[in-house]
């Protein structure tokens, strides 16, 4: 066996006793590694969210607005031949001063933006009834999404027009049939509903047009994908 060095040995004592040390183990406290954790998760939504909110728009127009089959419903297609050409959603140079994931609707081009990134918006086609215009303008927020929405006519709408109505008072099931369509976003304005919605719609003719009847409506496939990108809290805009 080799002689060691006093100053070998005395290193070897060392690391020997040290490796018979017990390490220390620092405490960990559960609330502040779940605050950690819940931090992390809700990042991690935030970034995926952003990547649905601004994906690409298909050019493919045909399956854009083809038939499908959503929450056990049956969403009729419309043939690209037949559509007006500005009514099919695409991405447009928009220049503001909103932040990217703001809505801001034009009721007089019948447009609603979805502001994205680099001075770019997507555009939508939007039916806009006397509801809509009532509205007092301004800013709200998207405090609320729904698929398939239940539909209630407010107190105004039956004193207005109970013929119409007034059958309708305790509501109309989610469905293709209900005047919602396949999604709702509901605007809430100062803590307040403002009883102002952009939905789908049941009459894919009224889009585009001054409507008699409903607040901002789309068609089917177009709020699916709008509803998709919206997240909670977002600010929209109606001009």
């Known amino acids: 066996m080799p002689n060691l060095s006093s100053a070998t040995l005395l290193a070897l004592s060392l690391f020997a006793f040290a490796a018979c040390v017990p390490v220390e183990q620092v405490p960990v406290d559960p609330v502040a590694a779940a605050a950690a954790a819940e931090a992390k998760a809700e990042a991690e939504r935030v970034e995926a969210q952003k990547r649905i909110a ?41 220049q503001t001063s909103e932040v990217p994931g703001t809505i801001i609707v034009d009721q ?46 407010t107190a105004d709408m039956v004193k207005r027009n109970p013929g119409r109505y007034l059958q309708y008072k305790d509501g109309v099931p989610g469905g293709i049939s209900n005047p919602l369509g396949a999604r ?28 008699s009847a409903g607040c901002i409506r789309m068609l089917n496939q177009d709020v699916i994908d709008l509803h998709a990108r919206v997240t909670i809290g977002a600010k929209i805009v109606v001009r």
Do not use: C
Request: aromatic content about 10%; charged content about 25%.
């Open 184 to 211: 709702a976003l509901y605007m809430q304005k100062d803590g307040r509903d403002t009883y102002y919605r952009v939905h789908g719609t049941n009459d894919p003719t009224s889009v585009g047009r001054a409507v």
């Open 54 to 94: 601004f994906a690409p728009v298909s050019g493919d127009v045909a399956a854009m607005y083809a038939a499908r089959e959503d929450g056990g419903q049956i969403i009729a297609g419309i043939d690209p031949a037949k559509m007006n050409p500005d009514h099919v959603r695409r991405v447009v140079e928009f």
């Open 108 to 153: 007089g081009a019948r447009a609603l933006y979805f502001v994205m990134p680099e001075g770019k918006a997507l555009r939508y086609a939007v039916g806009v009834g006397p509801d809509a215009m009532r509205f007092d303008g301004g800013d709200a927020v998207i405090d609320r999404k729904q698929a398939w929405p239940r539909w209630i006519p």
